[in-house]
């Protein structure tokens, strides 16, 4: 069985995101969509929402599982079983990180491969920085994200400015 981990913080989780979701999912047998918990982010949505998140975008694939995590990838990876690290590429300057972060990977366990997929075009200029930037300033997310996260990224924005 090929089974892989597509990590990631998804903090929103982007129609780029989805897109490498539903393309991996097509040829691996087993995908686990790794939630990264990461104590030095300051995160927008909480660990257990980011998961909620992907499970609502991915109830159709039966293939597909979300788990959160925290520490090293390649532990992690192992925990699951997997052999295999799917890394989304949008430009060249990300895959200069994903490069050296896919041989650390390696180096830490010599049996982790990693598989880049580039993003669909219409893509390309998406991350969640943008994502969270553009929604902080009012801006219409529509295309950003699944339709279904629009008003969920758009009330969380609300819910900070009124606690300011």
Do not use: W
Request: include cysteine.
């Amino acid at each position: 069985m090929n089974k892989a981990v597509y990590p990631g913080s998804f903090d929103p989780t982007t129609n780029g995101h989805l897109d490498i979701i539903k393309r991996a999912s097509g040829f691996i047998d087993s995908l686990v969509v790794g939630v990264l918990e990461n104590p030095s982010k300051n995160s927008l949505f909480s660990i257990r929402e980011r998961v909620e998140h992907i499970k609502l975008l991915t109830e159709d694939l039966i293939n597909v599982e979300v788990m959160p995590f925290s520490g090293l990838l390649c532990d992690f990876v192992k925990k699951v079983d997997a052999k295999l690290v799917i890394r989304g590429l949008r430009a060249v300057t990300d895959f200069e990180y994903e490069f050296q972060m896919a041989l650390t990977n390696r180096s830490l366990n010599e049996n982790i491969e990693t598989l880049f997929i580039p993003t669909s075009t219409q893509f390309l200029y998406l991350s969640s920085s943008v994502v969270k930037e553009v929604a902080m300033f009012g801006g219409d997310i529509s295309g950003m994200v699944p339709e279904v996260l629009k008003n969920i990224i758009v009330d969380k924005f609300k819910e900070i400015s009124r606690k300011k």
